[in-house]
């Protein structure tokens, strides 16, 4: 066992904790990371499978994510942009299948109308709500008392235009049921990226992706910390008091000032603390929970729907796969589509067998684009629920009526222990915009702290 000191330990070397750990040292101070896993990046990774670039964790970047851009202009990476050209595929709950071009879903003028009306519903409230704050909200209560499902549904007798518009935040987002999170929830969702509209809107939201991909953000934050990186190290206890904290490791133990927590909500009590968290982390830390949602890769030998005028882009708010999209990455010939298993969808993959999934999987792409769909050279599923140092995917949030009772302490310090995540930040919320930002405020608090 080796022992170290430092000024600060950081546990999780995702993109909040390398983020925090450079800050740190960029301000002067010693840092060591202990990362559980034997890879950096967390819930960004990319493997390559066939000749194909895979990310199977996050990857696409937005235009509002200036968090994250700042950090790569910075280590000189750069982005290419998603391919967007052609039409887009929707199919209807009876299974009906429509090409069509725009933002607007084909559903229908009536419902088209009132889903818009519910967008600048949406919008309108969005602007009142403070990202960093949603509890401050002067209907916070209420609003965080009310499913998002059973909220729409009080506004909007359309099923159709509820379900579709409540898909943009459950099933693309939160990835879980509407009926299990408030529509506060769904606010902060939409006020972390500046609006609903631009959730709603896959072009802004699915702008762009990274060149060496979003794992590689985490990889040269980590070159540049080089020794002070320890992998295969997970953190299972925590001594500490007001004057330090001791973090074990596996086969590395740092003595620090300060400790940054930079796992999600969720694991938090993967650690045990000596002495224990105090009553009100015990409780808030119970009530964040991950979503649930299968990523799913199918590379072929060429992106056959460009031939046809697709898009690859397809929504199914219905359907097993959710979401489709052109996932070829920059410069490859072969074309790779993603898709997106939600919640209750998941669920059902996940009580089959392997063989069956996969074809139940393929016959849902296939839905969308056609026979050629369900022989794809590479099918890789992605299944962050199984792993042990993240245990769902995207991220985590509140159950109904946590995030009012139990947000506002969130972020709050435990003498020298510091929580930073993705889960934790208001503008970037679940994005690796938002991990960055919260590892650059925690570097900044910490900093202050020490130097007084
Ligand atoms: P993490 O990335 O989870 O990093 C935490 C680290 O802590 C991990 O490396 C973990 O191994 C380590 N750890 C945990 N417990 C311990 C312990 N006890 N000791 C030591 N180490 C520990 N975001 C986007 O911006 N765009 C996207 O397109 C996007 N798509 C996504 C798709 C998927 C399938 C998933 C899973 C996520 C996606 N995200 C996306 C979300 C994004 O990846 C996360 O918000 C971001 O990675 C969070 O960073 P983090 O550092 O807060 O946490």
């Not at 983020?19 to 390559?48: F, I, M, N, S």
């Not at 499913?147 to 879980?176: P, Q, Y």
């Not at 008091?241 to 133990?253: I, L």
């Not at 964040?288 to 898009?311: C, D, N």
């Amino acid at each position: 066992m080796t022992t170290l000191d430092r000024d600060v330990v950081i546990i999780g070397a995702g993109p909040s904790g390398l983020t925090a750990a450079y800050e740190l040292r960029k301000a002067g101070k010693t840092v060591a990371v202990l990362e559980a896993r034997d890879r950096v990046g967390g819930r960004t990774w990319t493997q390559d499978m066939d000749g194909a670039t895979i990310e199977i964790g996050g990857q696409w970047i937005s235009p509002d994510q200036t968090g994250l851009y700042s950090l790569i202009e910075e280590l000189g990476i750069e982005t290419f942009e998603r391919h967007k050209e052609g039409a887009s595929v929707y199919l209807a709950e009876d299974g009906t299948r429509t090409v069509y071009s725009g933002e607007d879903f084909p559903v229908g003028e009536s419902t088209v109308a009132e889903m818009n009306r519910l967008i600048a519903e949406m919008d309108r409230l969005t602007t009142e709500v403070n990202p960093d704050a949603p509890w401050e909200h002067p209907q916070a209560e209420e609003l965080d008392k009310i499913s998002f499902h059973h909220w729409l549904r009080n506004i909007s007798g359309d099923e159709v235009a509820c379900n579709n518009v409540g898909l943009f935040i459950a099933g693309g987002m939160l990835t879980k049921p509407a009926h299990t999170f408030s529509a506060l929830q769904a606010l902060l969702m939409s006020a972390s990226a500046g609006s609903f509209s631009n959730l709603v809107d896959e072009d802004f939201i699915l702008d762009r992706r990274i060149v060496g991909t979003m794992q590689g953000v985490s990889i040269a934050l980590a070159e540049r910390l080089g020794e002070d990186v320890f992998l295969n190290n997970p953190v299972l206890k925590l001594d500490w008091s007001d004057a330090g904290v001791t973090a074990h490791g596996a086969d590395v133990s740092v003595n620090a000032k300060k400790v940054i927590v930079a796992v999600p909500p969720n694991l938090y009590s993967r650690i045990s603390y000596n002495p224990p968290l105090p009553r009100r982390q015990h409780v808030t830390h119970q009530h964040q929970s991950m979503g649930l949602v299968i990523k799913v890769h199918a590379v072929y030998e060429t992106p056959f729907w460009r031939e046809e005028g697709l898009s690859g882009t397809c929504f199914g708010p219905s359907a097993i796969v959710q979401e489709v999209y052109d996932n070829t990455y920059h410069g490859e010939s072969t074309g790779t589509l993603v898709g997106f298993i939600s919640d209750t969808q998941a669920d059902a993959m996940f009580a089959l067998d392997e063989a069956a999934r996969k074809e139940a999987i393929l016959k849902g792409i296939a839905g969308f684009l056609g026979d050629k769909a369900l022989d794809p050279e590479v099918f890789y599923l992605s299944d962050f629920a199984a792993e042990e140092w993240t245990r769902g995917a995207y991220a985590t949030s509140y159950d109904l009526g946590g995030l009012f009772r139990f947000g506002p302490d969130q972020n709050k310090n435990v003498g020298p222990i510091y929580f930073s995540s993705s889960d934790l930040a208001g503008e970037g919320y679940q994005h690796v915009d938002g991990a960055v930002r919260m590892g650059r405020r925690t570097a900044a608090r910490i900093v202050a702290a020490v130097d007084g």
